[in-house]
T-cell receptor, first 114, second 113 residues
Framework: AQTVTQSQPEMSVQEAETVTLSCTYD???????LFWYKQPPSRQMILVIR??????QNATENRFSVNFQKAAKSFSLKISDSQLGDTAMYFC???????????FGTGTRLKVLA | SQTIHQWPATLVQPVGSPLSLECTVE??????LYWYRQAAGRGLQLLFY??????ISSEVPQNLSASRPQDRQFILSSKKLLLSDSGFYLC????????????FGDGTRLSIL
């Protein structure tokens, strides 16, 4: 079965510091896609960043970047210069070609401290 | 641009009552549609997904059902709600290819009394 594991239920970081959220996944497929979503207290799910498994280059979006290690099946999210607005639940998700299902991890609750 | 509407935003229902949550998508054709449930402080549990009108795949056996009467309309229903049905329900859509991300509605907070 395909699974996504986020081993850090809660994390905190000081404003302006850098934090890394972990995500590992399990699949026997070779062609798949990975996503990080943010869910602030408003509960709106917002896409943060995505990565294609066939691309070796790590995706970046402004202060957000990923460390994609395909062999290790690891997909961590780095948030640089953390801001109070980054306080949210972060979900890692995974989808394979040929299916229509997106598999989500259980989330990491991140709190940015002033 | 594409938008997704989900309603109601909040719902309080007694045990044993029926349920109907509706989700509609605008600005795209033939989307994949999804219903998720998020229990308090937990991840997203996929309940149903649909890749076409009248086509429904169920992921978790329960007293909920889904229907897709039109291309961009997805409905989550129950004939008799249980206390365990409480939670936050999210509708989402995506294009056919999974390399594109899902887009979520604002959610429905369902409380069963």
């Amino acid at each position: 079965a395909q699974t996504v594991t986020q081993s850090q239920p809660e994390m905190s970081v000081q404003e302006a510091e850098t934090v890394t959220l972990s995500c590992t996944y399990d699949t026997s497929e070779n062609n798949y896609y990975l996503f990080w979503y943010k869910q602030p207290p408003s509960r709106q799910m917002i896409l943060v960043i995505r990565q294609e498994a066939y691309k070796q280059q790590n995706a970046t979006e402004n202060r957000f970047s990923v460390n994609f290690q395909k062999a290790a099946k690891s997909f961590s999210l780095k948030i640089s210069d953390s801001q109070l607005g980054d306080t949210a639940m972060y979900f890692c998700a995974f989808a394979t070609s040929g299916t229509y299902k997106y598999i989500f991890g259980t989330g990491t609750r991140l709190k940015v401290l002033a | 641009s594409q938008t997704i509407h989900q309603w109601p935003a909040t719902l309080v229902q007694p045990v044993g009552s029926p349920l109907s949550l509706e989700c509609t998508v605008e600005g795209t054709s033939n989307p994949n549609l999804y219903w998720y449930r998020q229990a308090a402080g937990r991840g997203l549990q996929l309940l149903f997904y649909s890749v076409g009108i009248g086509q429904i795949s169920s992921e978790v056996p329960q007293n909920l059902s889904a229907s897709r009467p039109q291309d961009r309309q997805f409905i989550l229903s129950s004939k008799k709600l249980l206390l365990s049905d409480s939670g936050f329900y999210l509708c989402a859509w995506s294009v056919l290819q999974v390399h594109q991300p899902q887009h979520f509605g604002d959610g429905t907070r369902l409380s069963i009394l």
